[in-house]
């Protein structure tokens, strides 16, 4: 008895239960002229299960209309303090926020909404619960509990002698046993100490374990683990545990939130979480719920008139698969394997920590819809040739190095191969940009003449390596950035083969790619393989001037009680040189102009200054698109697990995907300021002859201090007009911002 005694205090004092690390999404701040529209918020308060109504009354509802929105916040414990709950009324014009005003009619300059909970990391028997106290439950909840499960719960010593004796006659009366008598301090006992067996000698143990409890604790106590530890539901081989996580579960809104109705079905299921699942059997689980009212009202803690309306009531339980928690699977991964970086993975998953992220619900859900509808579009127009087409992309903020999005793999909330992180596939063109980055780090203009002609290369094995271009042909000689803008092979091939490609490695390297790389003349074409995850890092850092930044998902974790155990700060070098990084996103902003991307400007606004570049890998079994504006940056890469080849390339099918992904963001223009020692010179833009502004083709092209033409074009003796045609218009205008 004394073990028995020392054994029941032990844990119920301790550490009572496992606790999974819960993962958030960045809070969504609200100001006004913040670019957004009501249908954006929408999404984000879908994904926290507001409730949409007409009146909004309590914390979790929201009323929205054509232009403005009005929202009664729950409030949140954020590591750097209390964002309280509040009526919030937001007015919109177009797609923006134009104002915030709180209950009173007073602007509120900011406005934090709770982040949205995208998932947690498990313990490893799988439970999962949200503690929650006492005086958090509703009172609906625990009179339901007691009046279903234990009506004398405030009176007994931990076991009802009554409750025993009526069980025993019932199981004497049907010849077996069916009926255990159990006081809720029992069923606790038997879930948090003993087994779930049906046997005589634990429903023996049950009786003096349960009064030693009663004797040490308070019944509040008792009531309140009692509300944290009881089973409500399996999802897959994850059980749900605690009635804070089965109201998230089976309503999708916090445990407070939840009406009469709901509270009256919880409490009913308490009895057979299986048998009265009220996803497969409704009118079972109905059935159970109306008894709980009916006992409500017959104890006298509802009325009549209240029983009548709640029984007219649906379940009101959400679909599974329909809520947005654990919809990032493949976001989630990252942050996993970040996390494991800094913390054992036992600590992970039970001491309850709190995980704050970068992930931006709003991005996910459209770029999951132009991924997804993109590829849809696809298999209709080429049919069996795109047949098990897959993809996979990643979005990311330009200016920090935050994830704000990823996807791995047309079923969205798939939680198995994640192709955006481990799906290593040739890059095909994406790789080019390294290799006139490696150019004009030593010593090249983007006039530098360029051979495009055929290139043979003889490899250690004996087989030849001959390259051609898409259209089969060889353009000849070519200034070097009109052979990124049309993405030539034979000129990329030459020139890679001049400088070594020793060299395009290490400009690899300083562009953030860690991965080991052969060094064969092919992969100056993209022979070699990267994940989408690193393909963004290696374009992150052309984005951002040079300045390598490691894709972070990470912003904060901190314990259960909101103390910060570590930040994720930002992290910048500078690797490669702001002015040859510049001369770069000039090149790749010409093949969104003119070059193999411009099909972009017939979806997209024509100031958004797209840099990118488009890739195919060998035999067209993979299109790429990588490319930034000056608040996205996106990679999308599509093809087939079985890596056979697609009927069309990296401008057929990911640019299509980007494309519709940055028309339904709206992201900000890309603004590319000029470094120190770069000058904007007048060249003509067929031979890369210095030139004069009014001459026929002139261009203006930035040039790194000391490599401006030698030679200079007379294009006549009285100055040509430029015309005023479309393709020259951005480059005046990107000449002219700074």
């Known amino acids: 008895m004394i073990y028995l005694d020392a054994q029941i205090r032990q844990q119920f004092e301790g550490k009572r239960w496992a606790l999974p690390a819960k993962v958030y999404a960045r809070p969504l701040e609200l100001y006004s002229g913040l670019t957004i529209s009501t249908k954006d918020v929408k999404v984000e308060l879908a994904g926290l299960g507001y409730q949409l109504v007409s009146k909004a009354s ?104 009554k409750g025993i004796a009526r069980a025993m006659w019932v199981n004497l009366r049907v010849g077996r046993f069916v ?78 939130e939840l009406q009469l109705s709901q509270v009256a079905l919880l409490a009913g299921m308490v009895k057979g979480p299986s048998y009265y699942d009220p996803r497969r059997h409704p009118e079972r689980a109905k059935k159970r719920r109306d008894l709980v009212l009916r006992v409500l009202r017959d104890e006298g803690k509802i009325s009549e008139d209240t029983y009548q309306k709640t029984i007219k009531k649906s379940l009101g339980v959400v679909k599974q698969k329909s809520l947005l928690k654990g919809a990032y699977p493949a976001y989630l991964d990252l942050v996993k394997r970040q996390l494991r970086e800094s913390y054992h993975e036992e600590d992970l998953r039970t001491e309850g920590l709190r995980v704050f992220t970068g ?64 799906a290593v596939r040739p890059i095909g063109s994406l790789v080019k940009p390294a290799v006139y980055l490696t ?10 003449p360029l051979d495009d002609e055929p290139v043979s290369v003889e490899m250690p094995s004996g087989q030849v390596w001959e390259p051609q271009n898409f259209d089969k042909k060889s353009h000849g000689v070519v200034p070097l950035h009109h052979a990124l ?96 990084v510049h001369l770069l996103q000039y090149a790749m902003q010409e093949v969104a102009r003119e070059g193999t991307a411009r099909s972009v400007y017939s979806h997209l606004p024509s100031n958004l200054n797209v840099a990118g570049k488009t890739g195919t890998s060998n035999d067209q079994r993979d299109s790429w698109f990588a490319g930034f504006t000056g608040s996205r940056l996106a990679v999308v890469w599509l093809g087939r697990d079985d890596n056979s080849a697609l009927p069309f390339t990296g401008s057929g099918g990911a640019l299509k995907v980007w494309t519709a992904y940055m028309k339904a963001d709206k992201p900000e223009p890309f603004q590319a300021p000029v470094p120190e020692g770069v000058e904007y010179l007048w060249v003509d833009k067929e031979t890369g002859y210095l030139s004069d502004e009014r001459c026929q083709g002139a261009i203006p092209v930035p040039f790194q201090n000391g490599s401006k033409p030698q030679y200079r074009v007379d294009c006549g003796v009285e100055p040509v007009q430029n015309s005023e045609s479309k393709p020259l218009d951005w480059f005046r205008r990107w000449f002219r911002q700074e």
């Open 58 to 161: 309590q914390p979790g509802q929201a009323e929205i209309a054509k232009r403005r929105i009005r929202v009664y916040t729950r409030g949140f414990e954020f590591p750097d303090g209390l964002e309280r709950s509040q009526k919030l009324l937001l007015d919109f014009k177009g797609e923006q926020l134009s104002r915030i005003r709180n209950s009173k009619g007073q602007t509120v300059n900011l406005a934090r909404l709770e982040p949205v909970l995208i998932g947690g990391i498990y313990p490893q028997n799988n439970e999962d619960r949200d503690l929650i106290r006492l005086d958090e439950a509703p009172t609906s909840l625990t009179d339901a509990l007691i009046a279903i499960e234990d009506q004398s719960y405030y009176e007994h010593f931990g076991v009802s002698p």
């Open 179 to 256: 009926q255990g008598g159990s006081t809720l301090t029992q069923q606790l006992i038997k879930n948090f100490y003993l087994t779930s067996d049906r046997t005589l000698a634990r429903k023996l143990m049950e009786i003096p374990m349960a009064i030693l409890l009663d004797f040490h604790y308070s019944k509040d106590e008792i009531l309140e683990a009692y509300l944290n530890e009881v089973y409500l539901g399996q999802e897959g081989s994850r059980a749900i545990h605690g009635f804070g996580l089965a109201a998230q579960y089976y309503f999708s809104q916090p445990l407070q």
């Open 359 to 422: 992930l931006n619900p709003i991005v996910q859900a459209k770029a999951e819809t132009a991924l997804v509808s993109t590829i849809k579009s696809l298999e209709k127009r080429y049919g069996k040739r795109a047949a098990d087409l897959e993809g996979s992309m990643v979005v990311t903020d330009p200016q920090t190095g935050e994830v704000l999005s990823i996807i791995g793999g047309k079923s969205t909330r798939y939680e198995g191969f994640n192709r955006a992180l481990d």
């Open 439 to 448: 150019a004009l780090e030593n010593g090249y203009s983007l006039v530098s």
């Open 485 to 580: 803008a049309r993405s030539y092979n034979l000129s990329t091939a030459n020139l890679g083969m001049s400088l070594g490609v020793n060299k395009v490695i290490g400009t690899m390297q300083d562009l953030g790619v860690s991965r080991e790389m052969d060094e064969y003349p092919s992969l100056l074409l993209g022979a070699q393989g990267l994940p989408a995850v690193e393909v963004a890092t290696m374009y992150q850092t052309i984005a951002a001037n040079g300045f390598q930044m490691p894709l972070r998902a990470i912003r904060m974790v901190t314990d259960s009680q909101g103390m910060e155990l570590s930040r994720y700060p930002f992290k910048v070098k500078q690797t490669v040189s702001a002015e040859s």
